[in-house]
């Protein structure tokens, strides 16, 4: 009698927890049935919102943030704040009556369960590797009904990577003394925090056939010193740029490779640090810096 009134209780209690929050996703339902199509959304993410352009679903697209900048187009779409979880309110978000928000994990966990409580759908961006982001296009053009040009677009990207990494084999097969180009990521410099074997950007290094020179740290985003950049010897330095900056090395980096021969690469880091399709972009400017392969 005991067992038969515990299962009831649990049955009860999964009927109001499902009627009280509403749906979660995440990039894993890119290969799962999602009956609902949503029509209002407001994004939080400027990758994702970057993604919804790409799919041709802006008209769905209700808010993003003050960060959320490209396409050009994205200026017309009200904002409902920062990116910054500390600059965003629950009762700006919900006055755009969305019934889909894109969150960005770690970022925005606080608003995860206040929106399931009022029913609004929730999708959690978290990418962590190139096919992780394909996943992610796959799901968000599902959830949108935009599963075939979300298909699409995926093989472009694919295809596009395909064709820089056979000119990169072609120019190494041709050059037999040619070794993989060693690259510092500057992420920061004060201190200094680079990327580390499990981050997103280590992978786009390694697509141009190229040596993170800190990927033996699994860390995504480690903290290093400036000896060990020296130690480490890269040949190229790459840094986004977030604005026109003007680089001055410690004096100790004069007989870095990278230094020496002026290979500092700098990429528009809303190109370079967001996971979104324009990543692939990010690796055509890699291997034109590094090789000098033309990308029609």
Same mark, same amino acid.
């Given at each position: ?12 209690? *999964?009927? =109001? ?32 919102? &970057? ?70 759908? =929730? ?7 190139? &096919? ?5 296009? *796959?799901?968000?053009?599902?959830? *949108? ?62 697509? =141009? ?19 060990? #950049? ?12 977030? !604005? !026109? *900056?003007?680089? =001055? ?6 007989? #870095? ?40």
């Amino acid at each position: 009698m005991k067992n038969l009134k515990q299962t009831i209780f649990s049955l009860v209690f *999964l009927f =109001v927890i499902s009627n009280i929050f509403s749906q979660i996703y995440d990039s894993s339902f890119h290969n799962k049935l999602i009956e609902k199509k949503y029509l209002r959304v407001v994004s939080l993410s400027p990758a994702i919102t &970057e993604i919804i352009f790409s799919l041709n679903a802006n008209h769905l697209l209700f808010a993003r943030t003050d960060f959320c900048d490209f396409p050009e187009e994205t200026k017309n779409i009200p904002s409902c704040g920062g990116f910054d979880g500390k600059t965003l309110s629950l009762e700006k978000i919900i006055s755009f009556s969305p019934d889909l928000v894109f969150v960005v994990r770690g970022m925005h966990d606080h608003l995860i369960k206040p929106l399931q409580k009022m029913k609004i759908a =929730v999708y959690v961006s978290e990418v962590n590797t190139i &096919e992780n982001l394909f996943y992610e296009i *796959l799901s968000v053009g599902k959830l *949108l009904g935009n599963d075939e040009t979300a298909v699409n677009y995926c093989n472009d990207l694919k295809s596009r990577i395909r064709i820089v990494k056979d000119k990169i084999s072609k120019i190494t097969l041709n050059e037999k003394n040619i070794n993989k180009p060693k690259i510092f990521w500057q992420v920061d410099y004060s201190p200094y925090i680079t990327v580390g074997k499990n981050s997103f950007i280590n992978e786009m290094i390694e697509c =141009v056939d190229a040596k993170n020179i800190f990927s033996d740290i699994k860390n995504a985003y480690p903290i290093v010193s400036e000896e060990s #950049i020296v130690v480490r010897n890269p040949d190229a330095i790459i840094i986004p740029n977030y !604005e !026109e *900056l003007k680089i =001055v090395f410690p004096k100790s980096w004069n007989n #870095i490779n990278a230094v020496k021969n002026n290979k500092i690469i700098f990429i528009d880091a809303s190109i370079s640090t967001r996971s979104s399709g324009r990543f692939v972009e990010c690796i055509e400017i890699m291997a034109n810096q590094l090789y000098g392969i033309e990308n029609k």
